[in-house]
């Protein structure tokens, strides 16, 4: 008899960190398949699955804005039933019988912002996702996070008991590979040394102290649409502006990938409860890495890098530019084999045999 264990790929509605996860989790579920077991999806209507070695593709009828409706209401919308992994909360969470009929609903929480920080987000991205954990709560076998972290934040968050398991992410596939793969745009390509930073934009004011103190330009990832004066602002106040800072927004692996390797470090200033994506990528990369201490960081970094209180910033990255370069390099390439998508797909299917 074979086993299908079907994953639910939402393309086009998720962030762009969280649609390559959930493909490169798909490949990875369908690399470390047990024998007898093999690896379908669900998608909404009209989406593009670039992948290769699914059994079959369940496209349902409604397009995924319609389809979150739904599920946020509790429609199954024919997703039907059998083993279910969703690697966001975009799943369908109806009642069901794991006993009798073997059916199994997991699905995976990259962050807490909705409920730690909810005035960061839209308030209907807020709501959504506040409901469909009270689904959750009612409804999933197992509720994956990323880290220890956030498992811990979340049982105080939400009513599930045992039900929280921690299976984290990784890099994108073959990151180290993107790097010099593609042109940099113009206006990232810089002449003096850099650090890249990483924040929400009320923390990125250490980090562009710290990037003052120690005498490098400072290119920052990720900053959000409509936040690009408030970083400059801070960036200013830390006393350096000017063509010494470079704002980015979302950009391809490829970018984001040559970017961060030609850095001389990469410093991480949010104290989010969220899975740092680009710490990971820059460990992948073997770059040293100086983070503002807090418990995602302590538990993701760990050892692989320096995780020092935020008034201790500049001191920490003069010295990961200088003298502690090489150590920190070391530290971040042997931290970085605990993350990959292989170990990570093979959690998931543990998971689901141990339900």
Not at 77 to 102: E, Q, T, W, Y
Not at 173 to 186: E, H, M, Q, S
Not at 210 to 225: H, K, P, W
Request: aromatic share 4%; hydrophobic share 50%; with cysteine.
């Amino acid at each position: 008899m074979t086993v299908q264990l079907r994953i639910v790929l939402d393309q086009a509605g998720v962030d762009a960190d969280e649609a390559s996860a959930g493909l490169a989790l798909a490949e990875g579920l369908i690399r470390t398949a047990p024998r007898g077991c093999v690896v379908s999806a669900i998608a909404p209507s009209g989406s593009e699955l670039p992948l290769d070695g699914l059994h079959e593709v369940r496209r349902l009828a409604l397009a995924r804005r319609e389809l979150a409706a739904a599920w946020q209401m509790g429609i199954a919308a024919g997703a039907g039933g059998g083993l279910i992994h969703a690697p966001s909360l975009m799943a369908p969470l109806v009642r069901h019988d794991r006993v009798h009929d073997h059916d199994q609903t997991t699905v995976t929480l990259w962050d807490l912002t909705a409920w730690v920080s909810p005035d960061s987000l839209p308030k209907a991205q807020v709501l959504w996702q506040r409901a469909m954990l009270k689904r959750a709560v009612k409804h999933a076998d197992a509720v994956v996070v990323p880290s220890h972290a956030l498992a811990s934040r979340l049982v105080e968050i939400a009513p599930l008991g045992d039900r929280v398991r921690v299976i984290a992410g990784a890099a994108p596939t073959g990151f180290t590979r993107r790097v010099d793969a593609d042109p940099l745009p113009a206006g990232l390509r810089l002449r003096r040394r850099y650090v890249v930073l990483t924040g929400d934009a009320g923390s990125l004011h250490e980090g562009f102290r710290a990037a003052a103190a120690a005498d490098v330009d400072a290119i920052v990832l990720d900053v959000a649409e409509g936040a690009e004066a408030e970083v400059t602002d801070a960036a200013r106040a830390a006393g350096i502006e000017g063509q010494r800072v470079h704002l980015a927004g979302a950009v391809p692996d490829a970018t984001r990938a040559t970017v961060v390797n030609r850095a001389e470090a990469l410093v991480a200033t949010s104290t989010a409860m969220a899975w740092p994506w680009r710490v990971v990528e820059a460990m992948e990369l073997a770059k040293p890495i100086v983070a503002v201490d807090c418990a995602v960081h302590r538990d993701v970094i760990a050892d692989g890098g320096a995780v020092v209180a935020s008034n201790e910033l500049p001191d920490a990255l003069v010295d990961a530019l200088g003298g502690g370069a090489q150590r920190l390099r070391v530290l971040a390439s042997d931290r970085a084999r605990a993350f990959s998508w292989p170990s990570a797909a093979e959690r998931v299917w543990a998971l689901h045999a141990e339900l």
